[in-house]
Structures are given as C-alpha cells and as structure tokens.
C-alpha cells in the first residue's frame, strides 16, 4: 500500500493541513488557546470579585497580626533617637531624646493618639496605658531639662525599663501579637511564656479542639447509626426519612438554637419533664444550659446532618452482597459487621469527622448564646477583641492561628476525600 | 440487610428491632424535636418558654397568636425583616450572576490553574466564619464599607458564590456537549447557543445554587454583626440580640415562621433535583 497518496492521506510534504491550508498542529493549538481564553474570561469576574471582597480581607487580617506602625507613627523622633541606645547599659536615654519625646508626646496629645499608643505599649507592659495618659497633657507645657520633668510627673519615666519597652515595641513589624496569642512575652531575657494562672488562649485553643472532638465523636456516634438504616432500607423509604435529617439541615442555625435555649433552661421544657416524671425534684433542676454541656448537646444536634450525608453517601455504594458472603461462610453478625461492613465505610468516618471537626473549631453563634463561660471557643474571644477590648492585632493574630489550624485540616480533608467531592444536601 | 431473613434467631430478631424502632427512633426523635417543640411554644398564651397548664390540657384560652402579633407590629422586628429583604435577594443575583458564568468557565475541559482557582472560589465556605468575619471588618473598615448596605451585600454575596458554584458545576457535569456542537452546527452563534440550549438544562442547578446563596444570606448572622452598623440589622441578627439580652417568646413566632419558609425551600430544591435529573435524562429516584 502506499502511504502517501489518496484523498484524506498524508500529504506529500508530511504535514497535515486543515481546509484553509494551516497546519493542523498549529490550527488545533489556536483552537485550544481561544478556548483556554473563553473559560478564563468566564471565570474572570468572579474571581476579581472574591480576590477583593474576601481574599483581600483574609489578607488584611494576616497582615495586622504583625504590623505594628503605630509606635513609629505616633512618636517617630523619639524611635529614631532609641536605635543609638542600649538598654543594657543600664543608663536612662540621654536628655536629646527625653527631648524629641517631650515633642513627639505633645503633638500626639493635640492629635489625640497618645492614649492609643499607650494602650499598644500597654500589651506589652501593664501600665504603660495610665503612664501615657497621666504625661500626655504635662508635655504640652514642659520647661528643659525634660529628663528630669518626665520623672516629675512620673517616675516610671526614670526606669529604664519603660524605655526598654518602647524601644522593643518600636519595629514597623512585630511578632508580640503572636506572643501574646501563644501566651508568651517578650523581655529583656528574651521570649518567656507567661506565668501559669494567667494564661488563656493556649487553654482556650486545648478547649476548643477538645470540645470539637467530643462532638465529632457524638454526632459519629449518632450518624452512624441513621446512615446505616438509611442505606439498608429501600430507596423509597429512605428517601422520606432523610427528609428528617434533611429538615434540621435547613433549619435556621438561630432557629436550632434557640430551640436549645427554650429547651435547657432551668424552667425548660426537658427539666420539667423530668421533674413531672419524678428522676430529679424541683430543687435539683439540672444546669443544661450555659456550660459545656450545652454547648456539646446544642452543636452536636446542629452539626449532626454533615455526619449522616457522607457517611449515608459512602454506606449506599457497599453492596450488600459482601455482608452475604461473609455470613455464607460462616461469620457471626457482629464478625460480619465489624470485619467487612465497617472497614468499607471508613471514608465515610473519615470525611464525616473532618468536616464536622472543622466546622465545630469555628464556631461563634451557638457557644455565644448557650455555651456561658465554661463553653466558650477561641472565636468568642476573637469576637471579643474586636468589638470589645478593640484589641486588632491580637484579634488578628488569633484568627490567624486558626485559619492555619483550618486550612491543614482542609488540606488533609482534600486528600482523603476530594473538595470537588463536597455535595449539599 | 433491610429486612429479617425467615431464619432470623430470636436474638437477632430482638436486636433488629431494638435497632430499628428504638436507637435510631431516639436519634431521630433528637434531631427532629427540638425543632418541632418551639411550634406549639410559640402559640403559648402567656411568656414562657414552656407548657403551661393551661397548655397541657389543651384548653383554647392557653393559646394565642400574640407573639405573631407582637412580630407582626413591633417597629424593630419589623425593620430587620425589611432589611433581610433587602440584603438577601441583593446578595443573591451577585452571587448567581457571577457564580454560573465562573462555572461554565470551569466546566470547559481546559482550564489553566484549575485547581487553584477552584480552591480560591471556593475558600469562603471553607473559612470560619468568624475569620471571614473579622478579615472583612478590619477590610471594608479602611475602604469605607464597614455599616453600609452595599458592605454587607458583597460580603454575602461573597459567602454564597461557593454553593452557586457547586450546584452549577453539578448539572454541568452531565451535560451533553454534542448538544451545544449541534447548535453551533446549525448556525447559532454562541450567546444564543448559550441563552436557548445551555441555560434551559442547567437552570435548575442555578436556581438551587440561588436558593443556597439566598439561605446563606438570609440566615447569617456573624458578618452582618460585626460589618453592619444598626440600619442593617437583619432578622438573624435581631434574633441574636434577643436570645443573648430580653429573650421574649416572639422569637418563638419568629422561629417558627423560619421552619415553614425552610420546609418550602427543601421542597422546592427537591421539586429542582429531580426535573435536572430528568432532564439530563438520568434515571429519577
């Protein structure tokens, strides 16, 4: 046969051509350009739209948990004239800077930002907050020597100590933010963590991901159970009674959490029952409500549909069959279910668990209206810095914290199951 | 599985019913209670959160609309009602808008960085939202958004893309491409290719995709309390102030009315599933 010749062959000079003469190569490679182009220009906007509304503001955030240009900001001589000086030479700062300070201090007094970098400094050293506000108005009128008028109206102006903070707290990037959000600090020995009583994120973060587990474990512990009827029973009728699970799924989470409010008070409904039903008297009505154990019931009650979906997902596409064999040859219900059902749904245990895991690490409304003090997560004190202690860059640093935390988990959700794999409802 | 072989033991007979009737009765009666109990609480005569005597007895003076009625005429549930409705459906089209174009962009077979650009579009479900919450305060603080309408509809509109995206992404994924090569063939350019082949098929996942954007907004209550300022203050967020300072049994009422409109939602999202599923001609279930 020859190669070369007949409608539709190769051509004598080895290139194929689509109908306007281009080579096919290159006609086919522009095609798939225009292409890439089209899905590209489709995606465009709403890329452009997230980068800015919400890629921009996680962005924001990371960036105020280090930056740190208020110091400089507020009183920049003073800072300048700092670098030359060493703490440890165990000498105040000399008369010039007590003199760029007097300056720096009285415009930002007229400008009214003192006070708010005596609270920055106030992260760093209790009492630099009060120091501040006491010499803010005395420096508009000070006469020369200034040294020797700042220990006047203060004398923490003559401890070099408070020095010291002011110069640490100087760069335009910090990491004291991160220290304080880890329980640590800064001094002149370098990183130390706090003292023992007075540390609490390091405890509210422990808190936060042991109370995630005990309520991923419950609603494992509930689902599984529902997915498994789900998945043996016939379509029709699992059908109706996911609408059970479905149902609460849709609910307001402020509607689901309210109905837990009403529920566990100690006028509720369920210590009325009991006390109707005799189990405890009227005197002995339980504290559901304000302490973990609302927090745990309210949440394991609202996360429990992103445990039975994966899981009843997963379970649908076990064949029964296997469980048949098994049986056929001889295996006891439970060595049937332990040893051949329950290893085909570990990825369904698996994906349940991160996703209510990661969504209980990050929850705010539910431990806010039930959980009290004792159930209380780490986002409840995010949330608290932010509008209450207006503490931002703390507030930062510890939504930053988490974020990682989230992400990792997301990252290994991914390789376990798949995002594209997520599926709603 | 489902159901007793004829040899069951007697044994295995008790646990199968054990099971079935009282294990997962209880989980069931635990997921489905609480949200069926603030009903008839909601109808209580008096301002308690629980039965009265008068309830239990079923007596008609035990009932009342007046939490309904206290909903329905009192100023501040009445403006965060409005403004739901103003915030919600806003939210809405921006996320449709946007999220069906993004995912017919991705449903094309090649996609440079289509992994990445996934993980981006849909990072604001993946994020807590508190995280998302206070990235957008101190954000939208510094370019002037922060206590405006416009602030909180874009950060909604943000939050509910992913699920547009997903649900669109979904009914593309059977989709027929011969059926738009077709079109082509016969001469229809690709906007109209676009508006008369494409759209009819992948319109329920859209709209379900629009249910989920507008649920989203509609129920969120963490961004809208820090990025809000009072005009914007939403049902949810009404609901929040209410539970955490004066709780009063109108939020029963309020609740309760939140149930019937979820129960229409689902509904309808069901209705959705199974005409795209017909219509992709994949067997209905």
């Not at chain 1, 280090?66 to 004239?81: A, H, S």
């Not at chain 1, 023992?196 to 005990?214: A, C, D, G, P, Q």
């Not at chain 1, 789900?230 to 849709?250: D, E, H, K, Q």
């Amino acid at each position: 046969m020859n190669k070369s010749d007949g409608a539709g062959g190769v051509p004598a000079d080895g290139i194929m051509r689509a109908a306007d003469g281009t080579p096919l190569k290159k006609s086919l490679a522009r095609a798939l350009r225009r292409e890439k182009i089209r899905s590209l220009l489709l995606i465009l906007p709403l890329l452009a739209f997230i980068l800015i509304t919400f890629i921009a503001p996680i962005a924001d955030m990371l960036f105020r948990s280090v930056e740190n240009g208020i110091v400089e900001d507020t009183i920049p001589q003073t800072v300048g004239l700092l670098q030359d000086w060493d703490p440890a030479s165990g000498e105040l700062p000399d008369e010039a800077v007590f003199a760029a300070f007097q300056k720096d201090l009285s415009e930002a007094f007229k400008a009214k930002t003192s006070t708010r970098l005596g609270l920055r400094l106030n992260y760093e050293k209790a009492g630099m907050s009060g120091l501040f506000r006491k010499s803010g108005r005395p420096a508009t009128n000070m006469e020369p020597p200034f040294r020797e008028a700042f220990i006047a109206v203060d004398e923490d102006w003559g401890d070099i100590e408070t020095w010291a903070v002011i110069k640490r707290a100087s760069p335009r990037l910090t990491d004291g933010y991160f220290l304080s959000a880890l329980d640590a600090h800064r001094t002149a020995d370098g990183v130390e963590m706090l003292p023992e009583k007075e540390r609490l994120y390091i405890f509210l973060f422990m808190r936060t991901i042991f109370l995630s587990i005990v309520i991923t474990f419950s609603c494992l512990l509930l689902g599984y159970p529902i997915a498994y009827l789900l998945a043996s029973l016939p379509v029709r009728t699992s059908n109706l009674l996911l609408i059970l699970v479905l149902l609460p799924f849709w609910t307001s989470l402020l509607v689901r959490t309210s109905a837990w409010k009403v529920l566990l008070q100690q006028q509720g409904v369920i210590n009325d029952i009991l006390v109707w039903i005799g189990l405890i008297d009227d005197a002995g009505r339980l504290i559901m409500i304000n302490n973990m154990t609302g927090t745990i019931i309210a949440m394991t009650h609202i996360l429990l549909p992103f445990m039975i979906l994966p899981l009843f997902s997963v379970m649908k596409t076990i064949s029964p069959s296997y469980v048949r064999a098994a049986k056929s040859m001889g295996a006891s219900d439970w060595t049937a279910f332990w040893k051949i059902y329950f290893p085909n749904t570990v990825p369904g245990i698996g994906a349940g668990s991160i996703l209510v895991f990661i969504l209980a690490i990050g929850y705010y409304i539910t431990p806010e209206l039930v959980g009290g003090t004792s159930g209380v997560f780490i986002s409840n004190r995010i949330a608290y810095h932010i509008s209450s202690s207006l503490n931002w860059g703390l507030a930062a640093a510890l939504g930053t914290i988490l974020l990682v935390l989230v992400l990792a988990l997301y990252w290994a959700y991914d390789r376990i199951v798949g995002i594209d794999n997520v599926k709603l409802g | 599985m489902s159901d007793l072989p004829p040899y069951a033991s007697t044994g295995q007979r008790i646990w199968h019913y054990t099971f079935r009737y009282v294990i997962c009765g209880l989980i069931f009666f635990f997921l489905i209670f609480p949200i069926l109990i603030i009903i008839p609480l909601s109808f209580n005569a008096e301002d308690f959160f629980t039965f009265t005597k008068a309830m239990l007895n079923l007596q008609p003076e035990g009932y009342s609309l007046k939490h309904y009625n206290d909903f329905l005429t009192n100023p501040d549930w009445q403006q965060a009602l409005r403004n739901s409705f103003l915030i919600a459906p806003a939210a809405t089209f921006l996320a449709t808008a946007f999220g069906t174009l993004a995912a017919i962009g991705l449903s094309q077979s090649h996609v440079p960085f289509r992994r990445a650009i996934m993980a981006v579009l849909i990072s604001p479900m993946i994020v807590p939202l508190i995280i998302s919450a206070a990235g957008m305060y101190f954000f939208y603080s510094r370019i002037g958004l922060q206590g405006t309408y416009w602030g909180v509809v874009l950060a909604h509109a943000a939050l509910g893309t992913p699920f547009v995206i997903i649900t669109v992404t979904a009914t593309l994924v059977g989709f027929d491409r011969s059926l738009t090569r077709a079109a082509a063939n016969l001469g229809a350019n690709p906007v109209t290719t676009f508006f008369k082949v494409q759209m009819p098929l992948i319109v329920p996942g859209v709209v379900s995709g629009a249910l989920f954007a507008f649920i989203t907004s509609f129920d969120e209550v963490v961004v809208v309390l820090f990025l809000g300022s009072a005009a914007q203050k939403t049902l949810p967020w009404q609901m929040f102030t209410g539970l955490r300072e004066q709780i009063s049994p109108t939020i029963l009422a309020v609740a309760t009315i939140m149930v019937a409109i979820s129960i229409v939602l689902l509904t309808v999202l069901e209705m959705l599933r199974r005409r795209s599923e017909r219509l992709r001609g994949l067997a209905p279930t």
